[in-house]
């Protein structure tokens, strides 16, 4: 089922199903680039792991991702909650886990902060659960070569590089509060967690700048990216939190937390008045 809210529309994606053992990202792409009236977000906390899906598979998804770009929607995607994620080929050799759709190019990937102390939100650090890291499929686009640069060129601690790939697709882009997270289901006040609750938040942001650039007369943002990586400013950067997870069993630790752009949460979480500033003022 899904569920769609806000005069700009924002779609949350909840539907189950498999395909080739896996969710149907390739049938729900192409019904929506069939569809002629959609929303021009869509929400989508749901992924797999890169190494599940073969290269021809994601590459097709890909392409639908890209002509509902072309058509001024995006989607925005969890970065996932495992974060560098970690695959144990045998006893001794390891490699980080990289996710998709969240690695895909052509979406947004959203990862998740928390407050530095509990019931403070006096400031945000990185959640270290917040997926985040590398593809090992897909190339970096250039609109992210720049920033993803600087970070590898001048970080203290990274990774061996022989646990990622510095020459592919980095993810996430931008993050937002995902844990001590309250929601309301059917009255009752919950907690939950996890970068599920931060890209529902990102969407409804992204779709308020879209409301206000149509109440101007303006067209929609459309895909994301470039303008994202054009206004780091728009961002509340995050620099504190421990290192990203990895495989924790052998202590390996995934990405640190670092000024600017990171792979545990992206350029940092949009500070509302900047965002719509700067939206207004964006020429797609």
Known sequence: ??????????????????????????????T?????DLPHVFSVSYGDVERSLSPEYMTRINTEFQKLGLRGIYILFASGDDGAGCHNFNDTAYTFEPQYPASSPYVTTVGGTQFTAIFSDVNEEGND?????????????KWQQETV??????????PDAKYFNPNMRAYPDVSAMSDDFWIIIDRILMNVAGTSAATPTVAGLVSMANDA?????????GFLNPFIYQNPQIFFDVTLGSPSQACWLDDLEGYP????????TGFGTPDYNKLIAAAMQYYN
Do not use: C
Request: hydrophobic content about 35%; overall charge negative.
């Open 1 to 30: 089922s899904t569920q769609s809210t806000g005069s700009s529309g924002i779609n949350a994606e909840y539907g189950g199903g498999l395909h080739e053992k896996q969710e149907p990202f390739l049938e729900w792409a192409i």
């Open 32 to 36: 929506l680039t069939n569809t002629t």
């Open 129 to 141: 659960i917040s997926g985040g890291g590398f593809s090992n499929q897909f190339a970096m686009p």
């Open 149 to 158: 640069g600087k970070y590898l060129n001048t970080t203290a601690n990274l």
């Open 213 to 221: 650039r149509l109440n101007a007369g303006k067209p929609v943002l």
């Open 257 to 264: 937390v670092a000024e600017g752009w990171d792979p545990v």
